[in-house]
């Protein structure tokens, strides 16, 4: 079993910044895919920014591209997702996943590619 903890959430004023974390643990996990997504009440969950440890490729869904930084940690099993030019809209529970293997962009939108998913951390731009 895997088991992923998020990090970094918190309260922002629009135009900031903020790094979250995701660190894997459990089982050996080898190449994996780590995404991001998140959530706002009554709405469903979109994925943000997936991350492939094989290759170092990266994915990110339009309406971050140039804002977010989806990266490799400097712990093992770790994933940054660094958020700038944050926008009220960004205000959501930001929740990591993980799925032993590759991914691609259509992973962003399919949340059932990945097998593994931490508790979230709530990040609110105003």
């Known amino acids: 079993d895997v088991q992923l903890v998020e990090s970094g959430g918190g309260s922002v004023q629009v135009g900031g910044s903020l790094r979250l974390s995701c660190v894997a643990s459990?089982?050996?996990?080898?190449?994996?895919?780590m995404g991001w997504f998140r959530q706002i009440p009554d709405k469903e969950r979109e994925g943000v920014a997936a991350?492939?440890?094989?290759?170092?490729?990266?994915y990110y869904v339009d309406h971050v591209k140039g804002r977010f930084t989806i990266s490799r940690g400097s712990a093992e099993n770790t994933v940054w997702l660094q958020m700038s030019s944050l926008k009220s809209e960004d205000t959501a529970m930001y929740y990591c996943?993980?799925?032993?293997?590759?991914?691609?962009?259509?992973?962003?939108?399919?949340?059932?590619?990945?097998?593994?998913w931490g508790r979230g951390t709530q990040v609110t731009v105003s």
């Open positions: 996943a993980l799925v032993v293997g590759s991914c691609g962009d259509r992973s962003l939108q399919e949340r059932s590619w990945f097998d593994y």
């Open positions: 459990g089982d050996t996990i080898g190449r994996y895919c």
């Open positions: 991350f492939y440890s094989g290759s170092n490729t990266t």
